[in-house]
C-alpha cells in the first residue's frame, strides 16, 4: 500500500506478514508514514471547513 496495508479481520496470517514487512523495512516505514501525513492533511479542520463553506455558498448561490 501507498500509505497502510488493508488487511481482512479474518486473516491473522496476512496482518503478522504485513507487520513483519513494517518492522523490517525501515525505508517502507518512512515512506507509507509520509504518505500518510501527506494524506492526513486533507483532513485537517481548517481545510474541510473551506470545502463546507464553498460547498454551502455554492448550494445557497444556486437557490437563489
Known amino acids: 500500500?501507498?500509505?497502510?496495508?488493508i488487511v481482512?479481520?479474518?486473516?491473522?496470517?496476512m496482518l503478522a506478514a504485513r507487520l513483519m514487512e513494517l518492522a523490517?523495512?525501515?525505508?517502507g516505514r518512512a515512506r507509507m508514514g509520509a504518505?500518510?501525513?501527506e494524506r492526513a492533511r486533507a483532513y485537517r479542520p481548517d481545510v474541510v471547513v473551506a470545502q463546507l463553506e464553498r460547498l454551502y455558498?455554492?448550494?445557497l448561490a444556486?437557490?437563489?
Not at 1 to 5: A, I, P, Q, S
Not at 8 to 13: E, R, S
Not at 24 to 27: G, L
Open 8 to 13: 481482512a479481520h479474518d486473516a491473522p496470517d
Open 1 to 5: 500500500g501507498v500509505n497502510g496495508h
Open 24 to 27: 523490517t523495512d525501515a525505508e
Open 35 to 37: 504518505a500518510g501525513r
Open 57 to 59: 455558498r455554492g448550494v
Open 62 to 64: 444556486s437557490r437563489t
